[in-house]
């Protein structure tokens, strides 16, 4: 798959929000999580203030929790699951102005169906309560994380820990974040401080919860970074998820985890066998999905990749790596046209991005030019390849990727020079000689008479 300069996988960093959407994972173990409601002030933490709460108000968000509960449980939820719960959370926040975690569950139960932007106001409502709340603060970073707005989705998190130092999930998302970052780096120096800060983040998390498996998720994938220079990272990783697995097997980001430590390993059947775990795991996990996508692409299975990336999209049809992997799919089932619109569209969702313009210029190039008939229209799908690949040019990407766009260009320019002579030879070629007259008919009625 060289020629589409896709990545091979997609990491999906388990972000360990209260808020079980966005990539889709249930919570485990943390307190005031979906699965184990719990209101803040009545756990007899050390750095949050006693509240009273009436019995009154403890009766009906409980009635509520269990509802919310019970549907955790069951795993499926639909958006009129969710809009009900909101609703009947909403109530009892009007009810019992004082009990923040019941306007904060508003949030999380619009966050289960990734209603995102009433997700996002409900969370911001509960975070603007006096004191603030942390869970909502965290929760409002994976939404902005998710949509690309990293410095916002830090400040939240901060933010979150200043109110509530011994959040978890907003430790472990910050390690998310720095892990992302370190990808990000080419300078030694700032990619060990930021390990350092992830490392610190997740260890504070375990302290936190010895147990949690989205921590051990995180170090895994932290030590599989810099494994080029240090093979024995993977070695470490591998540990970190094992022992991930011993506290949750059932866990997709482990899972999707799992794989990636295979990839690298060069294993791609049980790559492909993690990441399809994680699917069935949880088949809202975007990422897991893209990476069984791209992993059966390299195996040529294009009706299966396809069907990932078509399901991606229905969970995100702003996707960008979904539309070109999709693109790449129906390249390889034949459907050219099919393959032109998903990356055009990919091109309309981000245009300063590369990956579509250099696919697109594969598609004319490999397969428009091969398959016209006539030779203007082969010239001309050549030249319209080399514009695409121009264009790629003035895009970020890799050297090897740059290297590869200056090699098609001056393929294209060489078949076009070649095309033209051929025309231009075909033009100065004498007419063929006429064929010789057909010899004249019998006369009528001549031929077998008697």
């Known amino acids: 798959m060289r020629s589409s300069i896709l990545h091979s996988l997609v990491f999906g960093l388990a972000l360990a929000h209260s808020a079980a959407c966005g990539g889709g994972q249930k919570p485990g173990g943390a307190k005031g999580a979906a699965s184990e409601p719990v209101i803040a002030g009545t756990a007899k933490k ?20 269990a509802a919310f509960a019970a549907a955790d449980k069951g795993g499926r939820w639909s958006e009129g699951d969710c809009r009900q719960l909101a609703d009947r959370f909403a109530a009892v926040y009007r009810e019992h102005p004082e009990l923040v975690e019941a306007q904060y569950m508003v949030g999380l139960s619009y966050h289960r169906c990734n209603l995102l932007d009433d997700a996002e106001s409900a969370y911001q409502k509960a975070a603007k309560a006096k004191g603030g709340h942390a869970q909502s603060m965290s929760n409002l ?13 830090k400040q939240q998190w901060e933010g979150a820990l200043k109110i509530q130092s011994k959040l978890a999930g907003a430790h472990t998302n910050l390690a998310s974040l720095l892990i992302e970052q370190m990808r990000d780096t080419k300078d030694a120096t700032k990619w060990k401080a930021l390990e350092e800060q992830a490392r610190l983040h997740l260890s504070s998390a375990l302290a936190v919860d010895s147990n949690s498996v989205k921590a051990y998720t995180l170090y895994g994938l932290l030590y599989m970074e810099g494994r080029e220079k240090n ?17 949750n097997d059932n866990y997709a980001p482990l899972k999707n985890a799992r794989g990636i430590y295979f990839l690298y390993r060069a294993n791609l059947s049980e790559a ?34 396809k069907e990932q990336f078509a399901k991606v999209l229905d969970l995100d049809s702003k996707n960008y790596q979904a539309r070109i992997g999709l693109g790449i799919a129906l390249r390889g089932l034949g459907d050219m046209d099919g393959a032109e619109a998903e990356y055009k569209k990919a091109k309309e969702l981000d245009p300063k991005r590369g990956e579509a313009f250099f696919n697109l210029g594969v598609l004319y190039k490999d397969f428009r030019a091969a398959k016209q008939s006539d030779l203007r229209a082969s010239q001309q799908a050549y030249r319209t390849a080399r514009d695409y690949f121009r264009e790629f040019l003035g895009k970020p990407g890799s ?38 007259a057909a010899p004249a008919a019998p006369p009528a009625g001549g031929a077998g008479r008697m």
């Open 46 to 65: 050390k750095d949050e203030p006693k509240r009273d709460i009436s019995k009154d108000a403890r009766s009906d968000f409980g009635s509520v929790a």
């Open 141 to 153: 970073g994976e939404i902005y994380f998710r949509a690309g707005k990293q410095d916002a989705a």
């Open 231 to 247: 093979k024995n990272r993977l070695d470490l990783a591998k540990l970190l998820l094992e022992e991930g697995e011993k506290r």
């Open 272 to 305: 492909l066998k993690q990441f399809t775990l994680a699917v069935e795991i949880d088949p809202r996990f975007v990422e897991a999905r893209m990476n069984v996508g791209f992993t059966t692409l390299g195996f040529r299975k294009y009706d299966a990749a």
């Open 399 to 436: 050297e090897a990727d740059k290297s590869e766009a200056k090699g098609n260009i001056g393929d294209c320019e060489k078949l076009i020079s070649q095309l033209e002579e051929f025309i231009k030879n075909q033009q100065n070629q004498p007419p063929p000689p006429a064929a010789p």
